[in-house]
């Protein structure tokens, strides 16, 4: 087991519309604890001293961005994403030119997960460092989960092996850039950069993170997160 690490670059993947959410405005730019979503995201992954920069990739007829209270912080730097969010991804990826070295990681982060956790933060980083293998925080299933086709139920799925993806996903530089071309290339489904990296064949450990790190996607989803930043503060001035 190695302890290096290089530098870990941070891309905050923030250029879709949030159609599901169903607002004008896309859902990372919603008001949410006197802030926006997208501010309390990044204020949080700026508390992170290990992170290098953080990438912020937005759409390009993003009018809100500009808003932002952090868009001139000098750790911040912001580039145009693409159609899907891999293309996103890849192009705050592919913006990364000076001081990039081999053993440099990505941390892909959610612009609509404001409540992770600065510690759970660092222990996905402290994960990839001991292991040195690509990581992400995720939570597992208690439900039982069905397959579901023309609102029947086709297939119930064994609850014991499965877990939710969260963000961030932590991978060697190199590993998700060149997952991501190949992906460009042979157009898989992939909603988040573990996919890709499935796809290589290369491991992604799973390092359990608290599950209130939800991503809002409908509205009722701000509630909840509001609900878990509270219960956030309280613990920590308690
Ligand atoms: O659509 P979903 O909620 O899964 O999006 C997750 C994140 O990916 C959001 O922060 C969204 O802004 C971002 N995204 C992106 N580029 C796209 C589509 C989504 O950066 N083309």
């Not at 990826?93 to 933060?121: F, G, M, N, Y």
């Not at 609850?159 to 190949?182: G, V």
């Amino acid at each position: 087991m190695g302890s290096d690490m290089g530098k870990i670059w941070c891309i905050v993947p923030a250029a879709g519309i949030g159609l599901r959410f169903g607002e004008e405005r896309p859902k990372q730019y919603i008001p949410f604890r006197s802030s926006t979503i997208i501010d309390v995201t990044i204020k949080t992954l700026l508390s992170c001293s290990k992170l290098e920069k953080i990438i912020v990739c937005i759409h390009p007829d993003d009018e809100y961005a500009q808003k932002s209270d952090y868009i001139n912080h000098p750790k911040v730097q912001v580039v145009i994403g693409g159609n899907e969010r891999s293309d996103s991804v890849l192009s705050g990826i592919q913006s990364i030119q000076t001081d990039k070295a081999d053993d440099d990681w990505v941390l892909v982060h959610d612009a609509a997960r404001p409540c992770v956790r600065l510690a759970d933060i660092n222990r996905l980083i402290k994960a990839a460092q001991i292991h040195q293998q690509g990581a992400i925080l995720a939570a597992p299933i208690h439900d039982t989960v069905k397959e579901v086709v023309n609102q029947l139920a086709v297939n119930t799925l064994d609850r014991t092996r499965l877990w939710r993806a969260l963000t961030p996903q932590l991978f060697k530089l190199k590993d998700i850039q060149t997952a991501l071309l190949s992906e460009n290339e042979n157009s898989y489904l992939m909603t988040d950069e573990a996919s890709a990296i499935e796809q290589l064949g290369l491991p992604v450990r799973i390092v359990e993170g608290h599950a209130d790190n939800i991503k809002i996607t409908v509205p009722a989803d701000l509630q909840l997160a509001n609900m878990y930043m509270d219960q956030q503060e309280e613990k920590s001035c308690g």
